[in-house]
């Protein structure tokens, strides 16, 4: 039922089972589900799990691609299988380092809502992006970490976004941005 990709592409998706990637291995959340669900029902019970697979993958809108190879998929679609492969295992906060790259600007909105979605079930969400003011209407909160004197990460803010403007001076979220990582250190955070 499932053969190792030979195209160029080292991605499948199988939803009758689990979520697959391939790599120099295959990496199967349905072998892993001990270590990820621990003795759950969902681990001891495969009509459960697959129920659960089928779930995320609408929750995704993957539904019309399951089976396909990921080399088949578009980049947002792409960018989805990889919060699937995530989302799947029922974490209580998701750190997604930049979710739009790669991805064209009709896909962003969509990807991006999704992740709102994921929010919007009680799941804390932590996007890291550099093109914000695009997705800003989405945010609860916005954090920005600049350079330390010590060359380490420092919490320069935490806070609404237009409070963020009205702190650091700036017109948009992308301004504060390039101030930021223009800074040689961010003391005056």
Same mark, same amino acid.
Request: proline share 4%; charged share 30%; hydrophobic share 35%.
């Given at each position: 039922?499932?053969? !190792? ?9 199988? @939803? ?15 072998? *892993? ?9 969902? %681990? ?12 995320? &993958? ?26 699937? *492969?995530?989302?799947?295992?029922? @974490? ?14 009709? *896909?962003? *909105? ?30 609860? !909160? ?12 420092? &919490? ?7 409070? %963020?403007?009205?702190?650091?001076? %700036? ?11 223009? %800074?040689? !250190?961010?003391?005056?955070?």
């Amino acid at each position: 039922m499932m053969e !190792k990709n030979k195209g160029s592409s080292p991605w499948l998706l199988n @939803p009758l089972t689990s979520i697959t990637a391939w790599k120099t291995r295959s990496i199967r959340i349905s072998k *892993m589900r001990q270590k990820l669900y621990g003795p759950s029902e969902l %681990a001891d019970n495969p009509e459960l799990r697959k129920e659960e697979v089928l779930s995320v &993958l609408r929750k995704l809108d993957l539904e019309s691609v399951k089976g396909s190879k990921c080399s088949s998929l578009s980049g947002g679609q792409k960018k989805k299988l990889t919060i699937a *492969m995530e989302y799947i295992t029922r @974490p209580e906060i998701l750190f997604m380092d930049e979710p739009d790259s790669g991805v064209d600007g009709s *896909m962003v *909105m969509e990807v991006m809502t999704t992740l709102r979605e994921i929010t919007d079930e009680g799941k804390i969400l932590c996007v890291i992006t550099h093109t914000p003011d695009r997705i800003r209407h989405l945010f609860d !909160k916005v954090m920005v970490v600049g350079k330390s004197s010590e060359g380490c990460g420092r &919490l320069c803010y935490f806070g609404s976004v237009d409070n %963020a403007l009205t702190v650091f001076l %700036a017109q948009s979220l992308e301004e504060i941005v390039h101030k930021i990582s223009g %800074a040689e !250190k961010c003391d005056s955070c």
